[in-house]
Structure formats: structure tokens, C-alpha cells
Nanobody, 118 residues
Framework: QVQLVESGGDLVQAGGSLRLSCAASGTIFSITAMRWYRQAPGNERELIAIILTGGRTNVVNYADSVKGRFTISRDNAKNTLYLQMDSLKPEDTGVYLC?????????WGQGTQVTVSS
């Protein structure tokens, strides 16, 4: 069973940057989507970035709240998904979780905490 492990969460000042990683313990075949979610205290889990890989080219999309500041990417050789977060705001605080889907199978990481101070 492949496991996903997130890392890179930290306490950072507003305006700063972080890069989150989501490393898979093995190769996942036939990936159809890779996602980053954010769970802020008292809020529902929010989808903030997605790569759709089912077609000829990848399709990338972002939530309006992070568009222009966050960048999702992947390194196939390292079995790792990334989230580059720039110009961080206090409202970006939360637990960040990665999700990789291969057909009907969905893998989740355990989450990494990001705290942005004002």
C-alpha cells in the first residue's frame, strides 16, 4: 500500500514563502489527479490546487484564494508532489493535505501544519 507523506509546513511571517512536499512511498500508476487541500480551523476542507493528468496534457487549476501566489508541480522521478506558496497571508493558516487519485483509488497524506503570523 503506497503511503503519502507531507512535509515542509512551518511557522512563517506574512509575505513569506514555503514549499510543501508530498512524497509517495512507491510509484503510483495511472494517476488521474493530484490535489492539495487546506483545512483551516473551523472551516471545511478546501481544494486549493489540482493537476488533472487524464488527458494528453496536464490541466492545472487553483482556488481563487491562492491563484497567482501558489504553484502546484510534480517530480515523477521522485514520486513527489509539491506546492510552492508565496506571498503568504494569515488566512493561509491551516493543515495542508495532499491527495493522489488513480482511477477509483485515492491516497491521502496525513497533513502538514502551516501557520502564517501577521
Amino acid at each position: 500500500q503506497v503511503q503519502l507523506v507531507e512535509s515542509g509546513g512551518d511557522l512563517v511571517q506574512a509575505g513569506g514563502s514555503l514549499r510543501l512536499s508530498c512524497a509517495a512511498s512507491g510509484t503510483i500508476f495511472s494517476i488521474t489527479a493530484m490535489r492539495w487541500y487546506r483545512q483551516a480551523p473551523g472551516n471545511e476542507r478546501e481544494l486549493i490546487a489540482i493537476i488533472l493528468t487524464g488527458g494528453r496534457t496536464n490541466v492545472v487549476n487553483y482556488a481563487d484564494s491562492v491563484k497567482g501566489r501558489f504553484t502546484i508541480s510534480r517530480d515523477n522521478a521522485k514520486n513527489t508532489l509539491y506546492l510552492q506558496m508565496d506571498s503568504l497571508k494569515p488566512e493561509d493558516t491551516g493543515v495542508y493535505l495532499c491527495n493522489i487519485q488513480a482511477g477509483a483509488t485515492v491516497y491521502w497524506g496525513q497533513g502538514t501544519q502551516v501557520t502564517v503570523s501577521s
